[in-house]
C-alpha cells in the first residue's frame, strides 16, 4: 500500500463525524484504532507491556476526575547509547466534529513515518508519542496529554529532538487578494519553528528541506506564534524541538474540517519532510545548552528560498527595505501573520 493510501486510510478512520472529543464515544473508538495499528506495523510499547499510559486529573472546568490515554510506543536504534528521537501528535478532537486537519491527518504522518521506520531502523531510537486532551479545556493545563507524558516519563531522557505535528493538512491561504501575486505557491508552505531550541537544528531542517520538493519550508521563531501545540512540555523542559504546522485554516476548529478540504498531496510531502529530519538528525547530537541561539542567518536563507524571486516586491509591499536582520525578520513575520488566512 503507497503511503498515500496510509495516510488517506488513517486520517479517514480518525474523522469521523462524531470526533474524538474527550468523553465522547469516538474518543474511545480512535484510541482502539491506534493502538491496533501501533501493534500491526510492530512498535515495541514505550514502557511495560502495551502502548496505552493511562493517567487521571481533575477536569478543568467540571473538577470530576476524568481518565486520559497517551498512545507511546519506540522503534529501538541500532546504537542504544545515543539521545532518542521523538515524533507526536494528539488525537483527540475540539469538537463533535471530523477535525481532519487538528489533528488526524498528522497522527496519519506520524503513523506512516513510525512504520516505515519500523522496517528501516536509524542510529538513533525514535520515541513515537500519540498524545491525548491537548484541545481545550486541558490545553496547558495539568491534564495535557503531552504535558502528563513528558513530566510523568521523561524525567531521565535528554532527547536528540522531539518534533511536533499539529494542522498541517491544509493549504495556506493569504487573506490579502492584492497581495496573493507578489506571494507565489503558498499553498505549499509549512512553518517549522523551535531551530533556535539548538544550535545543531538549523543544518537538520536545511538539509532536509533541500530533500524534499513540492514544500515551501518556511522556519521562524517559536515565541513569534508562542506554544500553539504539544512542543509546549518540551520547550519548557529544556528538550531540543521542533514544531511542524500550516497555522490555523479557514476551517480552525469547525465541523467543515473534514476529508473534503484537507491536502493529501501536501501531507505526503510533510511525511516526506518528517522522514528527511529523522535521517539528517542522525548525524548530530544536541548540546541542551541553555545559551540562547538566534539562527537568523538560517531563517533568512531558508524564507529568501521558500519566498524565491517576488520576496522583493512583497518586502515593498509590506513597507520593508530589506530582510537582513532579525529586526527585518520580525517585521515581516507580524506583517504576515495578518495576512496568512485563520
Not at 512504520?115 to 491537548?134: G, H, M, Q, W, Y
Request: proline content about 5%; some cysteine; hydrophobic content about 40%.
Amino acid at each position: 500500500m503507497s503511503i498515500r493510501r496510509k495516510i488517506e486510510r488513517d486520517t479517514q478512520a480518525l474523522a469521523m463525524p462524531r470526533g474524538r472529543r474527550v468523553g465522547q464515544p469516538g474518543h474511545d473508538v480512535a484510541r482502539n484504532y491506534l493502538l491496533q495499528r501501533m501493534t500491526e506495523f510492530g512498535l515495541v510499547p514505550f514502557k511495560g507491556d502495551g502502548f496505552a499510559l493511562p493517567f487521571e486529573r481533575a477536569h478543568p472546568i467540571t473538577g470530576i476526575m476524568t481518565e486520559f490515554t497517551n498512545l507511546v510506543g519506540r522503534i529501538p536504534g541500532t546504537d542504544k547509547n545515543c539521545q532518542p528521537l521523538l515524533i507526536g501528535a494528539h488525537y483527540d478532537s475540539v469538537i463533535d466534529g471530523p477535525c481532519a486537519d487538528d489533528n488526524a491527518t498528522a497522527v496519519a504522518v506520524v503513523l506512516a513515518t513510525a512504520e516505515r521506520f519500523v522496517s528501516f531502523p536509524l542510529t538513533k531510537e525514535i520515541i513515537v508519542a500519540i498524545f491525548d486532551s491537548e484541545e481545550p479545556p486541558f490545553f496547558l493545563e495539568e491534564a495535557m496529554g503531552s504535558k502528563r507524558f513528558y513530566e510523568d516519563h521523561c524525567a531521565d531522557i535528554d532527547f536528540s529532538c522531539a518534533i511536533i505535528l499539529d494542522l498541517i493538512g491544509h493549504d495556506v491561504e493569504i487573506g490579502e487578494q492584492e497581495l496573493e501575486g507578489l506571494i507565489p505557491d503558498m499553498r505549499d508552505l509549512i512553518f517549522v519553528m523551535g531551530s533556535e531550541s539548538d544550535r545543531s537544528l538549523p543544518s537538520v531542517v536545511e538539509q532536509a528541506a533541500a530533500r524534499v520538493t513540492g514544500l515551501r519550508v518556511f522556519p521562524t521563531l517559536n515565541e513569534y506564534v508562542g506554544d500553539m501545540s504539544d512542543h509546549h512540555a518540551f520547550r519548557l523542559g529544556g528538550q531540543p524541538f521542533l514544531f511542524l504546522s500550516c497555522g490555523q485554516g479557514r476551517y480552525y476548529h469547525q465541523q467543515q474540517d473534514d476529508m473534503d478540504w484537507i491536502n493529501l498531496d501536501k501531507i505526503v510531502r510533510v511525511h516526506d519532510l518528517l522522514s528527511e529530519l529523522l535521517v539528517a538528525a542522525q548525524e548530530i547530537e544536541t548540546t541542551h545548552s541553555a545559551e540562547r541561539h538566534d539562527p537568523v542567518d538560517f531563517e533568512i536563507r531558508m524564507i529568501k528560498r521558500a519566498i524565491g524571486d517576488p520576496l522583493t516586491g512583497l518586502l515593498t509591499a509590506l513597507g520593508l527595505r530589506s530582510l537582513s536582520s532579525r529586526n527585518d525578520l520580525t517585521q515581516l513575520i507580524s506583517a504576515l501573520r495578518n495576512l496568512v488566512r485563520a
